[in-house]
T-cell receptor, first 117, second 115 residues
Framework: GAGVSQSPRYKVAKRGQDVALRCDPI?????LFWYQQALGQGPEFLTY????????KSGLPSDRFFAERPEGSVSTLKIQRTQKEDSAVYLC???????????????FGDGTRLSIL | AQSVTQPDIHITVSEGASLELRCNYS??????LFWYVQSPGQGLQLLLK??????LVQGIKGFEAEFKRSQSSFNLRKPSVHWSDAAEYFC?????????????FGKGTKLSVKP
């Protein structure tokens, strides 16, 4: 597709369940980012992939959060044993060049709105 | 640490009026600066970016922004607002190189447009 695609658009889960969120970046984009956007806040960085390598996971809030991009294209963000505070919109973004190549604009998907009951 | 401040949480303007959204950043050198817009239920769309050079940058949808180093500001402007501009606007900064290429966002300014 032409843009970054995320699925599902909405996810409701009970506290304690595991969830998996998918991101399909723009074809050929090297960099892939995950952000978490709490209600009324700006997005906050979670993790970064350059191709299949996860180079930065400094923003992951706990070890319940896990991300992968095994073939350097589609990425999955998994949250284990979900908690109410995990409720947020999870945004995926991609860009054509490596992160350290200098301020490349990031192209965002529409996000997955996660609600934990 | 780098940070972005958007002092106005919510702004209401009349259709056809001019608009200025404020953004201040904290960083030791000249950063990369961005403005994104987010409509309800959607992702972020890039309006414009500043990397270097001319401090007045033009973006899509008739928006422009001016980088002022002395004030650490990157305010977004539009001369005449349209009802379709109602959305949330985020200013963001990315720093140079290495592990600092992530975007740091402000908390956003919600724009309402009165008919």
């Amino acid at each position: 597709g032409a843009g970054v695609s995320q699925s599902p658009r909405y996810k409701v889960a009970k506290r304690g369940q595991d969830v998996a969120l998918r991101c399909d970046p723009i074809s050929g984009h090297v960099s892939l980012f995950w952000y978490q956007q709490a209600l009324g806040q700006g997005p906050e960085f979670l993790t970064y992939f350059q191709n299949e390598a996860q180079l930065d996971k400094s923003g992951l809030p706990s070890d319940r959060f896990f991300a992968e991009r095994p073939e350097g294209s589609v990425s999955t963000l998994k949250i284990q044993r979900t908690q109410k505070e995990d409720s947020a919109v999870y945004l995926c973004a991609s860009s054509p060049s490596p992160r350290d190549s200098g301020g490349q604009p990031q192209h965002f998907g529409d996000g997955t709105r996660l609600s934990i009951l | 640490a780098q940070s972005v401040t958007q002092p106005d949480i919510h702004i209401t303007v009349s259709e056809g009026a001019s608009l200025e959204l404020r953004c201040n950043y904290s960083y030791g050198a000249t950063p990369y600066l961005f403005w994104y817009v987010q409509s309800p239920g959607q992702g972020l769309q890039l309006l414009l970016k500043y990397f270097s050079g001319d401090t007045l940058v033009q973006g899509i949808k008739g928006f422009e922004a001016e980088f002022k180093r002395s004030q650490s500001s990157f305010n977004l402007r539009k001369p005449s607002v349209h009802w379709s501009d109602a959305a949330e606007y985020f200013c963001a900064v990315a720093t140079y190189g290495g592990s600092q290429g992530n975007l740091i966002f402000g908390k956003g300014t919600k724009l309402s447009v009165k008919p």
